[in-house]
């Protein structure tokens, strides 16, 4: 069976992402910092999983070195990895504030988390990407990557950082398949820690909906590089 490692999959499209994975019979490593939430959703992907899929829930938090080679060291258990998804995230300040007020202490956590963190990760599981045959990274970045939103500048700042080592990874790993992969509107808890006084949070769509397109990059496999997930839909 596959392995994938997803990071920040305790809820939101971390954590329906594995859902989809497990019910089509992949091996998960499982990754979030709160133990709790972290083993429900194991326990969700278990449900939905085939006969001999395994799950494995690993919490901690991915800014640490030690919990990073954890997580690696359970795919490898599970026999390889064929797909790492660096979907952990951090605001900088929640709510979101204006430039001005972003302490550089908030910055420096939202590089950490976004882009520090998942380039650990990847040097840890370049090994075992290259030796599958299919490897892939999923990065999931944000529109605020690439449009000024005013009070997300650091994590639209960061999440920039990431498509750009997307990018240049692409080019440095050739056989393996680089996603930057801009979810779009979502209702999650990472939205409302943002903007929580936003009357039109309910409206938004839910994870679930925006998991088929990135089943889709795994179907169909296309070139590396940035894809916002409705553009993904809109072309079934």
Do not use: C
Not at 21 to 34: I, N, S
Not at 143 to 158: I, K, L, M, Q, R
């Amino acid at each position: 069976m596959p392995v994938a490692i997803i990071t920040g999959a305790s809820k939101g499209l971390g954590r329906a992402l594995g859902a989809a994975l497990a019910g089509r019979g992949w091996d998960l490593v499982l990754d979030a910092r709160t133990a709790a939430a972290l083993d429900d959703s194991a326990a969700s992907a278990r449900d939905l999983a085939g006969r001999g899929t395994r799950v494995e829930a690993v919490a901690g938090d991915v800014t640490d070195a030690g919990h990073r080679a954890d997580l690696l060291a359970a795919a490898h258990q599970l026999g390889g990895l064929d797909l790492l998804v660096n979907n952990a995230s951090a605001l900088g300040a929640e709510p979101l504030v204006r430039l001005e007020e972003l302490t550089l202490d908030g910055l420096r956590q939202a590089l950490e988390t976004n882009v520090v963190a998942a380039l650990g990760l990847i040097q840890e599981a370049l090994p075992l990407l290259r030796a599958s045959g299919a490897g892939a990274v999923v990065d999931v970045s944000s529109d605020a990557a690439v449009e000024a939103y005013e009070t997300w500048g650091g994590y639209g700042a960061s999440k920039a950082a990431l498509d750009h080592l997307s990018a240049v990874l692409a080019v440095e790993e050739p056989g393996i398949r680089v996603w930057a992969v801009d979810p779009g509107d979502m209702r999650t808890d990472l939205y409302e820690a943002a903007v929580p006084d936003d009357e039109d949070a309910s409206g938004r769509p839910s994870p679930e909906t925006v998991v088929p397109s990135f089943l889709r990059l795994l179907d169909e496999r296309p070139p590396s590089g940035r894809y916002a997930a409705p553009s993904l839909l809109d072309a079934r």
